[in-house]
């Protein structure tokens, strides 16, 4: 028996599903496969960029996902940093003020906000949408070995009681993670800078709600006699991440039994006779793993198969899903639309320059102060190359050209230019109050500016059956009266804006 599909994704991390969920909205069939039999209980990201949840918000999941960040913080927010011999003697960092903070992450117009949310408890929101709305979900089943050739591609999966099936799918999404079999299996090796550290991942239980009381933080980072490392915190008060440092050339901690673990971690937190539970442990490492191709034929690798790098700045995994984003509109429309196939090429030309800077820029924040803003005399060349946050996650440019054009792949302010995320601004349509961005996400949109004086008929042509066009002040109105359509788009200086359905310009033109 073989089960036919769509697309076959493996993988139910963060970008597994989200790619699931954007195939959903444009009814693609598909089967998204996951080899363990629930979502990993290791919180490591936590930082959901304001672009994530924009692209959340098409599939309806933005307030869902802000409601599970909100309740992850039983004490304190997410943020503050502290750095000491132990946790219960760190000091805080001297940062830079809330709003500069703010600003870090991106003061952008968006009808989104960041969204502080351990992977954790963000996983189960995606996975349980996806069942709500029907979706074919497999846990516990296995990719084993996979085959392909012009029609498609044949998987051969395992489930937890050992039974294989196989799956034929016109394509496949490899979100299998940064040990990616998908990526192994197709022979794609990657660039590879050094890697500086070396952690082990400890994901523990230990009632701290007393002890950190008005001295809460996102990171804390120790070092004495007995322990190196940085705590994450999840909830700031029974659960807690702590990450080992270690030199696999001398030692190899999670070899080692969990009463010399708990050892180092009573070392690391100050208190002696603390009772602590191990819940989960695994290791990983910085650096940053870039590979050398994100597609092979009908395969494509998206997330931490494609790319990993540190987490410092939080970029690795909001690069997925915006990776995910990017490839499933192209993928609905070569599949349901018969767009040239040639389309798919451009997943990885678009996406592959962003993973490589934002890796770079996640190494250059291996400085715990320059990750804080904080500058020092040792992080003077860091703070030369660094890059606002916000900048990368909203701000970046697809061009082939773009990396040459701008030195660094961005621009100064999104304003409707060919290769950026169209502008933000509230508008009324219909009587309804939204986004820009809220006309986006399933098929391509033609924007016209008041003082345009073509047809949409004339800009489009024959397209105009499959594309939607609003025009400013005759089918929706801007909400505040400073921003009109030359004060949005005021560096494109065009009336017809198209619009990817990922929300990204795809060309303007000029008025005549
Ligand atoms: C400590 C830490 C903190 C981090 N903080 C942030 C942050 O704040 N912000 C941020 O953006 N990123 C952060 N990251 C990075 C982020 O966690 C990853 O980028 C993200 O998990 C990638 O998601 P993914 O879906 O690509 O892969 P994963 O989450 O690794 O999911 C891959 C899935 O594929 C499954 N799988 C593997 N092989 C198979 C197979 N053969 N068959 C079927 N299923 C398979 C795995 O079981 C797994 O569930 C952090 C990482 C760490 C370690």
Redesign the pocket.
Known sequence: MTDKTGVLI?????????AALFLQKYKIPFIL????ES??I?P??????VR?LEILRQVGLEDAVQAAGKAAWEQGGFGGARRGRTMLSSEALNMPSREAMMAMMGNDPSPSSFCPCP?SLL?PVLRQALKDRGADLRYG????RLTQDDAGVLAH?NNMQGVELTISAQYLIG????????RRELGITNSQTAVETH?L?IFFRADLKEAVSNRTFSQCEIANEKVRGIF?SKNNTTEW?F?LEYDPISSSPIEQPDTQIIELLRSAIGEENLPIEILAK?T?STGVRVAHSFRAGRVFL????AH??P?W?????????ADAHNLVWKLAAVMQEGADPMLLDTYEEERRPVAIRNGKQASLRSDFDARFEIRTESNQEAFRQLQNLGTLQLKYKYSAASQEETGNGTVEQLAGQPGTRFPHAWITLEGERMSTLDLFGKGYVLLQGPTSTLSAQQVLGPAITRTKAYKVGTDFSFCDENVTWSTLTAQAGQEDILVRPDGFVAYGLQTP
């Open positions: 493996v993988g139910g991390g963060p970008v597994g599903l989200s496969i996951e080899k363990d979502e990993s290791l490591r990201a936590r930082g959901w960029h994530t992977q996983d089943c296995a990719l084993k999966v979100a299998d993670g940064g040990r990616s079999f998908v952690y991942n994450l991440s990450h695994t990983w998206a997330g931490d198969a990993t790098m987490p700045g939080g970029l690795n995994g909001n690069t997925g899903v």
